[in-house]
């Protein structure tokens, strides 16, 4: 079992920056894949950015387009989001997520932290 609790949402004018945190616990949290998604209501959630604990970053190019970073802190177990130049259609629920397999596929990921909101004004 992970447990997952992100935290650092909040308001934001765009253009500024937020950097969300995502703390893991369990047995075995350190050989999982640490996803981030995200979800507006009324449409399907969108994979943002991931990461092994040893490296391997992925990103959602056409979403990010070089605004955000993951990275993590090993000894903490917990990953991060920094998001830079926010536009208001990042506006979204944020979630963590843990992934013990292979590919990296969303529906791979068994473990969901409760989200946090980004709300970013125009």
């Known amino acids: 079992q992970v447990q997952l609790a992100e935290s650092g949402g909040g308001l934001v004018q765009a253009g500024g920056s937020l950097r969300l945190s995502c703390a893991a616990s369990g047995r075995t949290a350190s050989s999982y894949r640490m996803g981030w998604f995200r979800q507006v209501p009324g449409k399907e959630r969108e994979f943002v950015a991931s990461?092994?604990?040893?490296?391997?970053?992925?990103y959602n190019g056409d979403l990010v387009k070089g605004r955000f970073t993951i990275s993590r802190d090993n000894v903490k177990n917990t990953v991060y989001l920094q998001m830079s130049n926010l536009k208001p259609e990042d506006t979204a629920v944020y979630y963590c997520?843990?992934?013990?397999?292979?590919?990296?596929?969303?529906?791979?990921?068994?473990?969901w932290g409760q989200g946090t909101q980004v709300t970013v004004s125009s």
């Open positions: 997520a843990a992934n013990r397999y292979v590919l990296d596929l969303e529906s791979n990921y068994e473990y």
């Open positions: 990461s092994r604990w040893s490296g391997d970053a992925r």
